[in-house]
């Protein structure tokens, strides 16, 4: 029995292989037609062209960028505290409004710091009388003294009280400017001119030199604090070298969909390197005329480096990523395409980049229509913004022919 099925096997596979070979040698003509779809009768291929769009490639300056995230920062934040304490009489600023350096902005009772005044002032009026009356006595016994009508013991005593009140008067005079420095502090005064925040008492308390009133902050110019990692130190320092005004900066949205804010100048690139995150500070300064920017706001920051005199450029939607590297549909002189391996060396705003090597100046590339391509593809070269012709009578009649010869196996 086990012979039996193994002689039925191979008849099987002998019949199978017969069938296979008899299908091969005896296509259809309808097959034949299929494979010479799309070419004439000389045998040359007529595909129409695909419609695509180019560009040339253009030589331009190209400026280079470096980006980061940014944190805006006043330039100077004030917490004002009163330098004595007392009764808080009246607020005079308003809050979230500008205020100017020298503004009065808080009073304080001051009638016990005017009495401790008018008590120094008192005993420096005191003491002046005493030095005034100590002199007399010590003019009228020089005059003595030669007469031997006085001592010169006590002609040394009179002196020397003469002395001691003139210095009484001396420590009263700077007890008065003490006195006065205290009293000019119940009037609390802006140190800078900023913008005032939200008030930190009200009044009728009684405050102390601990007590916060107001925060104020510089906002014209204003600060972009941001960090670059440590492989840029050298380019930006190099290029702070050159002409450290050359290097500008400019704040985005979060988004880099538009500019917040231009014309920022790189002010100081910090001493050290972040051993923790491998990155370096730099602090901008932007005049910041109509508060484009607000401390603590977040922003995108390009910094201007350098400029590459006569880059290469194209669209970045012209370059394909493929397994071996970045390319390029390049049309050559017969309307065909190549794909043109390519070097970007980096972008150009946010639609463009700029190519190191691969192509040069005037070549033309694809922008659009790349998933109809292959390499030796035959284009019709589109402008961007143009947009294919329509299709003649002949054209349609021609290809409703290559259609009814043609066909597809089922």
Same mark, same amino acid.
């Given at each position: 029995?086990?012979?039996?099925?193994?002689?039925?096997?191979?008849?099987?596979?002998?019949?199978?292989?017969?069938?296979?070979?008899?299908?091969?040698?005896?296509?259809?003509?309808?097959?034949?037609?299929?494979?010479t779809?799309?070419?004439?009768? !000389?045998?040359?291929?007529?595909?129409?062209?695909?419609?695509?769009?180019?560009?040339?490639?253009?030589k331009q300056?190209?400026?280079?960028?470096?980006?980061?995230?940014?944190?805006?920062?006043a330039? *100077?934040?004030?917490t004002?505290?009163?330098?004595?304490?007392?009764?808080?009489?009246?607020?005079?600023?308003?809050e979230?409004?500008?205020?100017?350096?020298?503004?009065?902005?808080?009073?304080? $009772?001051?009638?016990t710091y005017?009495?401790?005044?008018?008590?120094?002032?008192?005993?420096?009026?005191? %003491?002046?009388?005493?030095? %005034?009356?100590?002199?007399?006595?010590?003019?009228?016994?020089?005059?003595?003294?030669?007469? &031997?009508?006085?001592?010169?013991? !006590?002609?040394?005593?009179?002196?020397n009280?003469?002395?001691?009140?003139?210095?009484?008067?001396?420590?009263?005079a700077?007890?008065?400017?003490?006195?006065?420095?205290?009293?000019?502090?119940?009037?609390?005064?802006?140190?800078?001119?900023?913008?005032?925040?939200?008030?930190?008492?009200?009044?009728?308390?009684?405050?102390?030199?601990?007590?916060?009133?107001?925060?104020?902050t510089?906002?014209?110019?204003?600060?972009?604090?941001?960090?670059?990692?440590?492989?840029n130190? $050298?380019?930006?320092?190099a290029?702070?070298?050159?002409?450290?005004?050359?290097?500008?900066?400019?704040?985005? $949205?979060?988004?880099?969909?538009?500019?917040?804010?231009?014309?920022?100048?790189?002010?100081?690139?910090?001493?050290?390197?972040d051993?923790?995150? &491998?990155?370096?500070?730099?602090?901008?300064?932007?005049? *910041?005329? *109509?508060?484009?920017?607000?401390?603590?706001?977040?922003? *995108?920051?390009?910094?201007?480096?350098?400029?590459?005199?006569g880059?290469?450029?194209?669209?970045?939607?012209?370059v394909?990523?493929?397994?071996?590297?970045?390319?390029?549909?390049q049309?050559q &002189?017969?309307?065909?395409?190549?794909?043109?391996?390519?070097?970007?060396?980096?972008?150009?705003?946010?639609?463009?980049?700029?190519?190191?090597?691969g192509?040069?100046?005037?070549?033309?590339?694809?922008?659009?229509?790349?998933f109809r391509?292959?390499?030796?593809?035959?284009?019709?070269?589109?402008?961007?913004?143009?947009?294919?012709?329509?299709?003649?009578?002949?054209?349609?009649e021609?290809?409703?022919?290559?259609?009814?010869?043609? &066909?597809?196996?089922?």
């Amino acid at each position: 029995m086990s012979r039996f099925w193994k002689i039925a096997l191979i008849v099987i596979v002998v019949i199978v292989v017969a069938v296979v070979g008899f299908r091969l040698l005896h296509k259809p003509a309808g097959s034949a037609s299929t494979q010479t779809a799309g070419k004439g009768k !000389d045998g040359k291929d007529e595909t129409p062209p695909v419609p695509v769009t180019v560009v040339p490639v253009v030589k331009q300056n190209v400026p280079v960028y470096l980006t980061a995230l940014g944190t805006v920062q006043a330039l *100077n934040t004030v917490t004002v505290n009163p330098q004595v304490g007392g009764l808080l009489l009246s607020l005079d600023f308003t809050e979230g409004q500008p205020v100017k350096k020298g503004q009065v902005l808080a009073q304080i $009772d001051p009638r016990t710091y005017q009495a401790a005044y008018d008590q120094a002032l008192a005993k420096q009026h005191q %003491d002046q009388a005493l030095l %005034d009356t100590a002199k007399s006595n010590l003019s009228r016994n020089q005059d003595l003294i030669t007469k &031997g009508y006085i001592s010169k013991q !006590d002609l040394d005593t009179l002196r020397n009280t003469a002395t001691q009140y003139q210095a009484a008067v001396a420590a009263d005079a700077a007890n008065i400017r003490d006195s006065q420095v205290q009293l000019a502090y119940t009037k609390v005064i802006s140190p800078i001119d900023g913008l005032a925040g939200i008030r930190g008492v009200d009044p009728g308390n009684v405050i102390t030199t601990s007590t916060a009133i107001v925060t104020l902050t510089q906002l014209q110019p204003i600060n972009i604090m941001f960090t670059l990692p440590e492989q840029n130190l $050298d380019m930006v320092r190099a290029a702070a070298g050159k002409d450290s005004a050359a290097l500008q900066v400019t704040a985005l $949205d979060r988004t880099d969909a538009h500019p917040i804010a231009s014309g920022g100048v790189l002010k100081v690139i910090d001493n050290q390197i972040d051993t923790t995150t &491998g990155t370096f500070r730099l602090k901008s300064e932007f005049k *910041n005329a *109509n508060n484009e920017l607000w401390p603590g706001q977040f922003v *995108n920051v390009q910094l201007l480096v350098s400029t590459v005199d006569g880059g290469l450029v194209i669209p970045s939607q012209a370059v394909q990523r493929g397994p071996d590297g970045d390319y390029v549909y390049q049309v050559q &002189g017969d309307s065909t395409v190549k794909m043109q391996t390519v070097v970007v060396a980096g972008e150009v705003g946010d639609s463009h980049v700029m190519i190191g090597s691969g192509l040069k100046e005037g070549d033309r590339v694809v922008t659009e229509g790349q998933f109809r391509l292959q390499p030796g593809s035959k284009v019709n070269a589109l402008k961007p913004g143009e947009v294919p012709a329509a299709p003649t009578a002949a054209e349609l009649e021609k290809a409703k022919k290559n259609t009814r010869g043609g &066909g597809r196996r089922h």
